[in-house]
Structure formats: C-alpha cells, structure tokens
C-alpha cells in the first residue's frame, strides 16, 4: 500500500484544510491536546457508567471491553451522504429481490448470472423454499460496510444481511458528543439520528402479517453473555419493546406467545437477533437453548414474522458479495451507484494461482467470517503467517476471497501523541419495510493503531460519530 496515496478526509494533498472540515479546525486551535484527552477519559467514564461493553469470545469468561471512542467526529457533506444513501439502498432493493428469487423461482440461477452451486452455501436454508414473507422482504435490517479510496471513491465492502450489530453506538457517540461538545453543533448543522430507534419499530410494525392491525414486537436476544447483549437490551428500552430470550416464548396453534404476568400475550413480529443456527431446536440444531421449539414452522406458515428473515445470510456471504452488482442490473434494471472492491474468488483456479503467488500484497478473508477473523491482511503479515494462511487456502480453496489491500481513507483521530490520521470505514443502516429508510449516520469503526487497516472491535478497532450535514456546506 502507497502510504503516499491516501484521501484524507480533513487535509487535501497540499496540507490546507478541505472547507468541510475548517469551521472543526478552527474551533480545534482553541482547544489543547489534555482538554481532549480529558474529554475522551470523561467519556470513558460515562460509556463505562452507562455500559456500553462488548464481550469477546474465546476471552476469559465475563471479561468485557469498551470499545474505544474518539472524540473527533467524522464529517460528510449533504451530497456525499446522498450517494452513499442512493447507492446503498439500491444495493439492499437488490439483495432483497434476489433472496425472494433464490427461495422462489430462482430466475438468476437459470439465467447463468449466479451459479447453481450457491444452493451448497452453508446459509443457504432450503426450509425456507417457497415460503412468502410479508412484502418479499427478507433483509429488514442491512448494515453496509463501506471504504473510501485513495481516489476518494466509495466502495462497498462487506454486506451485512443476518443481525447487523452496532447501531447502538452510532445513537450513543451522538448522545456523548452533545454532552461533551454542546458548542461545536453550533458551528455545525448536523443532521439527527436519535430518531432510529422509532423508525426501526415503525419498520418492524409495517411487515407483519397481513391482516395484523396493532402487531406486538419483541427482540430476541441469546441473552447476556451474548457480545452485543447491551444494544440488544438498549434498542428493546429505546423502542419501547419487551426484550426476551428464547424461553420466553413458545408456540401454539401456529402462533408464538409470550409469558407475561398477565398470561400468555400473542407476538406478531420477532426481530431476532440469534444466528439461524439457534432459532429452533426442532428445526437446526438439537442442542439449541436459546430458540423457541416449533418456531421455524410457525414462521413458515405465516403465523409471525421474523426480522430477518431465515436465510438471509446467504446474501451476505463473501463468495456471494462478488455477484451484486449483476443482481442490481438483473431486478432493477439500473447500474450499481456504489462498485464492489476487486474480488477473486479463490475457487476459481485462475484467481487461485494468482493469490497464491501474491499473498504478500492481498488481504484474503474466509467467506463466513466476521469480526476481522479468519483474515489475512498480507502488507502487515509476517512470512510465517503467510505460510500458514497459504496452507489453509489449499486445504479448502472455496472457503476464501482475496482482494487488494485498498488505501483507505483517514480521518483526525486523537492519539496519545496528538491528533493524527487514522483509517476508517462506515456502516450505514439501511431498513426495508413498506418504505425504504436510511437515518443519516452509521456506525463509523476506526483503525486506532497507526498503519492499521483492521477497524473491527474485536481487533482494537474503534468508533466515532459520523456527522452528516444538512446541506451542502458547513453553517
């Protein structure tokens, strides 16, 4: 990677300072390094009170982070906002179709554009086959990962479609930021995003059955030792929804029931988050304690409505990342707004041979995989992991990717030494109900390591707050 070639988004390539951020450089003059550095211990402190953590898997049982929070915002112009608004809702009306074809007549398949073989994908479900879902939709919820390049273009990286996670800190580094900088919203016209949480249950309340007129929602959560179990119980009190685990529920007379106090309590929309592997031990796996027996056949027969669907992950696996932008063309008869990052796909033995030969350069990811594990990123692998990755891909070429590593964007990020630029990428939330709705934000991870690409929390990454503004200059 050209460390030379990087878009900063604050500076352009002579130093100056690009228009969008100087109204932030220059209240940033007035302000020291300690009186940041305070604020973002403050900060600390108030997420740490409140609870904002994450476990990690694998960790010592119970060990939980914060997720670390910079105290400088990331900024995006009006216009900026309605490309990436555009493109990845377009993105999201495609995937959408093309998991109503794949469970229905899989048009795509005969036409030759997506191969036959993405019914061997692990998240493909054929339990879902020829089942109806409320309006078609089956990604109700899409988080989509998005990178700047060095050119300051936009690119799609990742594809979010099973229980995209990490809202809850795009609403609270909004709320932290008020607190902390009340002055610099007054230099800026940010646009809001504390809305969400409404929205999202507007949503949800919109793709009940047909015939539902006051639909009762709840959130499904594994419960707490689950690494996102603090959003799950936050967007649950934000919406003003019950939050449950599994054995909260159960079924009968093809409908799902909550215990309450009160009695049995009828339950139209379920918006899950637990992995399809867990959803229903009569269904997947035996071993499930975290699902509710006979819910898949409920879901199956139209008695609730899940969000997301069943075998919505299909559409968001890596080796199927590299087919959208031909969905895009082939339901909605448009060009892609936004391009994929240049992918081979390691099953092909051209791509094959090429990576191998060039591991050093790429990063390479398991197709499954999340959380930045199961990935190679080769600039900054030592030759020993190389060799140990290589001897992975031979053994099961078809479970990896491989694309260029990208000179992403920076951004001001406060470090011990001062303000300096750090990598990030972005991932706005895209919710699909009777209407298609986009809160202007998203959850911005941030690389604190100089050098580093890997923004995932699990890998030391961080977040910010993304400011969208309205209108197309800073106030």
Not at 450 to 468: A, H, I, P, R
Request: with cysteine; glycine share 8%.
């Amino acid at each position: 990677m050209n460390t030379q070639n990087i878009f900063d988004e604050m500076r352009a390539g002579d130093g100056q300072v690009r228009l969008l951020y100087q109204p932030f450089s220059e209240w940033l003059k007035g302000v020291d390094h300690a009186q940041l550095m305070q604020k973002s211990r403050e900060a600390e402190m108030l997420f740490r009170r409140v609870g904002i953590t994450f476990n990690v898997y694998g960790e010592e049982a119970g060990a939980e982070r914060l997720i670390p929070f910079d105290v400088i915002p990331r900024i995006l112009a009006a216009n900026e906002w309605r490309q990436l608004s555009a493109g990845v809702i377009q993105r999201v009306a495609a995937l959408n179709a093309f998991l109503n074809d794949l469970y229905h007549d899989q048009e795509i398949i005969k036409a030759g554009i997506v191969p036959a073989s993405i019914l061997e994908n692990e998240m493909y479900r054929p339990e879902m086959q020829g089942v109806d879902v409320p309006g078609g939709i089956y990604a109700h919820i899409a988080g989509i990962d998005i990178v700047r390049t060095a050119e300051n273009q936009f690119y799609v990286l990742e594809d979010n479609l099973r229980t995209p996670s990490g809202v809850s800190y795009m609403l609270e580094n909004r709320k932290m930021m008020m607190r902390l900088f009340p002055e610099l919203f007054r230099r800026y016209a940010v646009a809001p995003v504390e809305h969400y949480p409404q929205v999202l249950l507007n949503n949800l309340r919109a793709v009940a059955q047909p015939g539902v007129h006051d639909p009762v929602v709840v959130l499904l959560t594994p419960g707490a030792y689950n690494s996102a179990y603090f959003e799950h119980a936050f967007l649950a009190q934000q919406m003003g929804i019950e939050l449950v685990e599994g054995q909260d529920l159960f079924c009968r007379d093809n409908a799902v029931f909550m215990r309450t106090t009160e009695g049995p309590k009828r339950v139209d929309v379920i918006y899950r988050r637990i992995d399809d592997d867990f959803l229903d031990p009569l269904a997947f796996r035996e071993d499930s304690m975290l699902g509710v027996p006979g819910l898949v056949s409920v879901y199956r027969n139209g008695g609730v409505t899940l969000a997301n669907a069943i075998g919505a992950g299909v559409a968001d696996d890596k080796s199927t990342y590299t087919y959208v932008p031909e969905m895009v063309r082939f339901y909605l008869g448009e060009e892609p707004i936004l391009s994929n990052v240049p992918t081979y796909k390691l099953e092909n033995p051209d791509d094959l041979k090429y990576v191998l030969e060039h591991l050093a350069e790429l990063v390479v990811k398991e197709v499954q995989g999340s959380g930045g594990y199961g990935m190679l990123v080769g600039p900054t692998a030592s030759k020993q992991q190389i060799e140990d990755f290589r001897a992975r891909i031979l053994a099961e070429p078809d479970n990896y990717i491989a694309q260029p590593t990208l000179a992403l964007s920076t951004c001001p990020t406060l470090v011990e030494q001062g303000v300096a630029p750090r990598h990030v990428d972005l991932r706005p939330f895209v919710l699909s109900g009777k209407t298609v709705t986009l809160v202007p934000g998203g959850l911005c991870r941030v690389a604190m390591r100089e050098g580093s690409l890997v923004v995932n929390s699990s890998q030391g990454g961080g977040t910010k707050d993304t400011w969208v503004l309205n209108g197309d200059k800073p106030c």
